[in-house]
């Protein structure tokens, strides 16, 4: 049972266009989402989180909205640079439940 | 500060051999954990800790176990290696306090990638 839904295993954009990431959950009780990018051998690193209170927040290029009733949240990155090609991760926690990890997304930025 | 490290960074086991995966880090965090990642597949958390000697499973326990004797170190034991084993192990490590629980942002180690034959 996937709680965390990451439907698109890859996208690809090009250099200066707007990328757009998607994430679904299903558990009602999540309050606090995230999300990590990871390179290639490497670990995961933190980009940017939102709590249920909020609806977006923003750090420079990087913007992630919630839309609580369609349990759903995306991560834009404007513009989109060939530095940010990489695997994005959404995770999602309850009150004092660890993370929930989705199953990424590989963002390739063309060119 | 170097963060939270990992050893070894490859490996490879016999099935039914045994090893333990080292992760410490340099940063005070009360939270440690251990996640591993299959192939296309998001991170699954074994095992947590949310101070010494206070350690809890995570989703996918079975086959591992940990200790935490000290707030640096995390490590993780592999009894008895199986092929289902095979994967990448992530140690992390996070500063929580009071309700926030296991909120603080995860700073993750580089890996161990473990093959078992």
């Known amino acids: 049972d996937q709680q965390v839904k990451q439907n698109s295993p890859s996208l690809s954009v090009q250099e200066g266009r707007i990328s757009i990431l998607n994430c679904d959950y299903t558990?009602?009780?999540?309050?606090?989402f995230l999300w990590y990018k990871k390179y290639p051998a490497e670990g995961p690193t933190f980009l940017i989180s939102?709590?249920?209170?909020?609806d977006k927040n923003e750090d420079g290029r990087f913007t992630v909205f919630l839309n609580k009733s369609a349990k759903h949240l995306s991560l834009h990155i404007v513009p989109s640079q060939p530095g940010d090609s990489a695997v994005y991760f959404c995770a999602a926690s309850a009150p004092n439940t660890p993370l929930v990890f989705g199953k990424g997304t590989r963002l390739s930025v063309i060119a | 500060n170097a963060g939270v490290t990992q050893t070894p960074k490859f490996r490879i086991l016999k099935i039914g051999q045994s090893m333990t995966l080292q992760c410490a880090q340099d940063m005070n965090h009360n939270y440690m954990y251990w996640y591993r990642q299959d192939p296309g597949m998001g991170l699954k958390l074994i095992y947590y800790?949310?101070?010494?000697?206070?350690?809890d499973k995570g989703e996918v326990p079975n086959g591992y176990n940990v200790s935490r004797s000290t707030t640096e170190d995390f490590p993780l034991r592999l009894e008895l290696a199986a092929p289902s084993q095979t994967s990448v192990y992530f140690c992390?490590?996070?500063?929580?306090?009071?309700?926030?629980?296991?909120?603080?942002?995860?700073?993750f180690g580089p890996g161990t990638r473990l093959l078992v034959l």
């Open positions: 939102i709590s249920s209170i909020k």
């Open positions: 558990n009602s009780m999540f309050d606090y």
């Open positions: 992390a490590s996070s500063y929580s306090s009071g309700l926030a629980g296991g909120r603080g942002t995860q700073y």
């Open positions: 800790s949310v101070g010494a000697g206070i350690t």
